[in-house]
């Protein structure tokens, strides 16, 4: 099933985080794997109605953090970072993302460590 | 001068009302959008991948009266094309891809948006022995006419030849429609049926200025037209993009 990445401009996290952090999740799960070629800045930038802009700054910052590396032959590709992390930086990396966007929203320390008790029960619960 | 644009006018009245009527008759329905995704390589479509199909015949389909009315008021577009015999008839249909592919251009008003995250070219859709053939039809019937003098047959078959490629760069490089199945089916029929179309005008052009040797010409262009404008062989279902 090819890889694809889902820009949804309501749901209050900025279109180029929301790109960024679905290229790095694809990277560490496996999906993107290693030399594999991202599309051009143009093409992702006119099929997700984004600026280009956006996706190159996506893209420049994904560099920075070693998960893509950009030739002028073979476009922008996989490189992951040379010490991929392990589980528990990675979790603590999404934590921080979320007490970022929760804080954004406004709420509380308390808020918001309940949410994530909501989360983890509705993913225990039965499907219904 | 006014009467000629009065005889455009009546010339184009009675292609209008046939047009309008073969509108009506060919509308596209949920049945044709089936039929079309089966045919270009997603074999049972699901119920939510039909609209997409539907909407892009429609988008086609809509155009072709008004093209075909609208192209003979086009000064001397009758003695370039042919008058109203089945190249008018690939020349509506190119055209009428080419807007339809313009149109789609515009990136979707929704608000949630996908895209695929792997690179896509022109030989994702049309193989590379489809583009080869197509060269070597338009450049032989191009040499063919030139050598004979035939140089408005010459220009308007490089006319549709580049009108073709448009289609082709602009099926790559539009937003995807539905998911990725569907959105590979309608950018491969696209781009290969517009290929088919410019390699069919070299044939009907051949029959219209009666070049010698017509037949073999149209013999070749018409087996040309077909292997190109043929859906791949065995159904897929995933995108060359995404190996």
Redesign the interface.
Known sequence: MPLRVVVDAENGISPWRQVHDQIIHAITTGSLPRDARLPPIRQLSRDLGLASGTIARVYRELEAAGWVATARAKGTTVTGPADRPDPATLLHRAAAEYARHSRGLGATPDATVDAVRVALANLDAPVQ | MQSTSAAAVAFAIGPAVAGLILLIVLWPNEKQGVRLLAKWGVPNPAADQVPVAVRYLRRRRFLYPWLFVGIPLIPRADDVLGGRGFGSIVFVALFGGLIAELLAQR??RQ??????????GVLDFAPLWTLILNILAIGAAVASFAVQGQWPAAAVVLGAAAVSWLVVFLSV????AGD?DVDLALRTRSARVALGLSVGTTGTLGLEVGAPPAFFAVLATTCAFIAIVGPPAKPRT??T??H
């Open positions: 990136s979707p608000s949630r948006k996908e895209a695929l995250l792997a690179p896509r490089r539009r937003p995807a990725p995933t995108t993009a995404a």
